[in-house]
């Protein structure tokens, strides 16, 4: 009998153990540079914010945090989703979540990583995306504002063109 007990304790310890290391939770550490977050493989580039990613068989639409890209219908949407596009067409992602889990939309709202880029923050960088505040998803405003305001002095992505230039942060 206390063989038996013996064994059950030990095997519901080591089943406990294995599911504590499938469960990934992403901490609500409003970095933005945190290394956790769920896997994703993205199955299609939407637009220059927006993609789509399958989880465990599931297809999500997806996000990005703390930023925007024109629309179909505005000046550089194109540049922007091919930018989008060569950073995370066919790549696995690591998807990093702020303080939301989805919009309006039913949306994830997501940081995006490809490997050790943050790819919200690159477009920035790169001048296809604007920083927008869309609280209480902003940890990485600050980091993004600054990083937009080089891209709009350097004439870098879309800026040249003045879609970005309407003087509004907030959504």
Excluded: K, W
């Amino acid at each position: 009998m206390r063989l038996r007990v013996l064994l059950i304790l030990i095997i519901t310890a080591l089943v406990l153990m294995a599911c504590d290391e499938l469960v990934t939770e992403t901490p609500n550490n409003n970095t933005g540079g945190s290394q956790e977050g769920e896997l994703a493989r993205v199955v299609r580039v939407i637009d220059g914010d927006t993609i789509e990613v399958e989880i465990d068989g599931d297809v999500y639409s997806v996000r990005y945090i703390g930023m925007n890209t024109p629309e179909r219908d505005q000046d550089c949407y194109n540049d922007a989703t091919d930018a989008n596009r060569d950073f995370v067409s066919g790549e696995t992602v690591r998807l990093v979540r702020d303080s939301s889990d989805t919009d309006r939309y039913d949306r994830l709202l997501r940081f995006i990583y490809v490997g050790d880029v943050f790819v919200n923050e690159e477009l920035v960088r790169m001048g296809y995306a604007e920083v927008v505040r869309y609280p209480p998803d902003d940890s990485q405003f600050s980091n993004f504002r600054s990083l937009e305001q080089e891209a709009a002095n350097a004439g870098r992505g879309c800026h040249p063109t003045g879609i970005f230039d309407d003087g509004n942060y907030d959504r």
